[in-house]
């Protein structure tokens, strides 16, 4: 039996409102690899990004990585770069603030996804989520995956922009003002970036820059600690299949994590964080975050976990 808890954000996002103005002839669609964990070609990529639900620039950033056999997952805080959850595909660790522990399930991944279904009326979604399964082989049914393949070949029109630094920047506006964006270099397939700006709105909302493609990871890429080497201020609980029922609980209403997420994410999140913790003492919450995830980040530092943080202001032109 498996169970998976998931958290969508579905976006209706654009560019720039001078697009047409700058925009060449229609653009030969490029060639987009669709990247799957567990399921090359490529073999390789590394993925990191940042979701942006707020113009003051508070939202969650995420890391995948994979060389073709193994996988880490992070969903995280931007500010501070503390995990709210890791994964290498097998195990899972979950920053339960509301507890002052982490959490260590087995038999779990957790996983990132940056999706297009060119039938909704809001295409773009973003999916995060933790699988907990009691058959090992079933975890592949949760990979992370970005599917800007599907962007690209859609049936939408895509233009080419001028740029000056010599890479190619597409752009394809939408009914409402919509408008994604895609830069890459022409011949290098290793490497792009996807944004997301809403009409109306000064940031981007979503933002990926995938590297590696088909290349050796950068180091660290793919670390993932050492359970035996957290030290003792870091409580730890390692559930047991005994145990596994009551985490797929928290999974379910978001008790295991949405603390820490409402903390990273703000005012966004806090109605749904009111529901699932009604009488919590966020400034409490806030002291606390600042003690055990200084420590739970320098442990996980030691053995070469390192997530970077990212600026609340964001640039508003794509650039390598």
């Not at 809403?198 to 890429?221: C, M, Q």
């Not at 409580?235 to 409402?262: I, S």
Request: glycine content about 6%; some cysteine; hydrophobic content about 40%.
């Amino acid at each position: 039996m498996g169970l998976r808890h998931s958290v969508v954000i579905v976006f209706g996002i654009a560019f720039v409102a001078t697009i047409a103005a700058r925009a060449e002839q229609p653009a030969t669609r490029p060639t987009m690899p669709a990247l799957t964990v567990g399921a090359p070609p490529p073999r390789s990529f590394m993925a990191r990004g940042f979701v942006r639900l707020a113009a003051d620039g508070e939202g969650l950033a995420f890391h995948v990585a994979t060389d073709g056999h193994k996988q880490v997952c992070a969903l995280y805080d931007p500010a501070d770069g503390t995990p709210l959850f890791l994964s290498d595909g097998q195990q899972t660790l979950v920053y339960d603030l509301a507890n002052t522990r982490v959490i260590l399930a087995p038999v779990s991944r957790g996983y990132i996804r940056v999706d297009w279904n060119a039938q909704d009326e809001k295409p773009l979604d973003f999916t995060v989520g933790v699988a907990s399964n009691s058959d090992p082989a079933k975890l592949d049914e949760a990979n992370s995956w970005f599917r800007i393949d599907r962007f690209v070949n859609s049936e939408h029109t895509l233009k080419q922009l001028a740029t000056q630094d010599g890479t190619e920047l597409f752009a394809a506006e939408r009914k409402g003002g919509s408008v994604e964006s895609l830069q890459r270099a022409p011949g290098d397939a290793s490497w792009f970036r996807f944004k997301s700006k809403s009409g109306g709105e000064s940031f981007y909302r979503l933002e990926l820059h995938v590297t590696s493609i088909d290349k050796e990871l950068p180091k660290n890429a793919l670390a993932f600690p050492d359970m035996k080497r957290l030290p003792e201020n870091v409580h730890l609980t390692e559930l047991d299949q005994q145990m596994l029922p009551q985490f797929r609980v928290l999974l379910r209403n978001g008790g295991a994590w949405v603390a820490k997420m409402t903390l990273a994410a703000g005012p966004t999140v806090r109605d749904f964080a009111e529901k699932v913790m009604p009488n919590a003492n966020w400034t409490q919450l806030r002291e606390r975050d600042v003690t055990f995830g200084a420590a739970y980040r320098k442990a996980l530092a030691v053995q070469g976990v390192e997530l970077p943080t990212i600026p609340k202001v964001s640039t508003t032109q794509p650039t390598r």
